[in-house]
């Protein structure tokens, strides 16, 4: 039974170059959320996706960044144009619906992003 | 929106007692989070306290939860060299559509 599953575990991008970060959740889950962990800062919120709708990407900066989540295949958090600033550890998590008490999310090992 | 706030260093003696604290603004949450990332890796869940009670105990770990001062803390008794990690504080917001997380408390232990 595989976990959060995300790739590549790092990435190097120049300024200005694409990245696409991918994350399949675990099996039998739904509901997919994608974090940002800068360097020695906290996770910071960034979407959350169930298949082929964005329920809340208030996290996501308005510009550059994309994320989906399609009927077959992972999620994926697409970054145009990276800037430095974009350096830092995304991570994907996973969940059945999260109700109104809320619920475990299992996380995978992250995508770290450097940009050169 | 939800608040989370927690110190982001704590350093202790081996096997003496960890504490952690955390404060969050959002009142309506009914689970309560602590999850644990070690280095390089994703975060893990370590332990939960539904919101109706006072403290929860799980062999080493100790969770209080005051609601009326919306304070959270993990306790680790006989703290170890492989507790050293990020815990992180986290609760969902109001609308249970995600879980915010604090900025996280790196635990490092001292001989």
């Known amino acids: 039974n595989a976990g959060v599953m995300q790739n590549p575990r790092h990435l190097v991008r120049r300024r200005g170059q694409e990245a696409r970060l991918r994350c399949s959740p675990m099996?039998?889950?739904?509901?997919v959320y994608w974090y940002r962990q800068l360097p020695e800062e906290g996770l910071k919120f960034m979407v959350y996706?169930?298949?082929?709708?964005?329920?809340?990407e208030s996290g996501m900066p308005k510009e550059r960044f994309s994320a989906e989540f399609p009927k077959e295949g992972p999620s994926i958090l697409r970054i145009q144009q990276v800037v430095r600033g974009d350096s830092a550890a995304y991570f994907c998590?996973?969940?059945?619906?999260?109700?109104?008490?809320?619920?475990?999310?299992?996380f995978g090992e992250g995508s770290r992003l450097t940009v050169l | 929106g939800e608040d989370v706030e927690q110190s982001l260093f704590l350093s202790v003696r081996e096997g003496d007692s960890s504490v952690i604290n955390c404060t969050y603004t959002?009142?309506?949450?009914?689970?309560l989070y602590w999850y644990k990332q070690e280095p390089g890796a994703g975060l893990q869940l370590l332990t939960y306290?539904?919101?109706?009670?006072d403290m929860k105990q799980d062999q080493r770990l100790t969770v209080l939860l005051n609601k009326k001062d919306k304070h959270l803390s993990l306790r680790i008794a006989d703290t170890q060299t492989g507790d050293s990690a990020i815990y992180f504080c986290?609760?969902?917001?109001?609308?249970?559509?995600?879980?915010?997380f604090g900025s996280g408390t790196r635990l490092s232990i001292r001989p």
């Open positions: 998590a996973s969940s059945p619906p999260l109700s109104g008490s809320g619920g475990e999310l299992f």
């Open positions: 099996k039998g889950h739904s509901h």
């Open positions: 996706l169930q298949k082929e709708n964005i329920i809340d």
């Open positions: 959002d009142s309506s949450s009914t689970y």
């Open positions: 306290i539904f919101s109706n009670m």
């Open positions: 986290a609760v969902p917001d109001s609308s249970a559509s995600k879980i915010i």
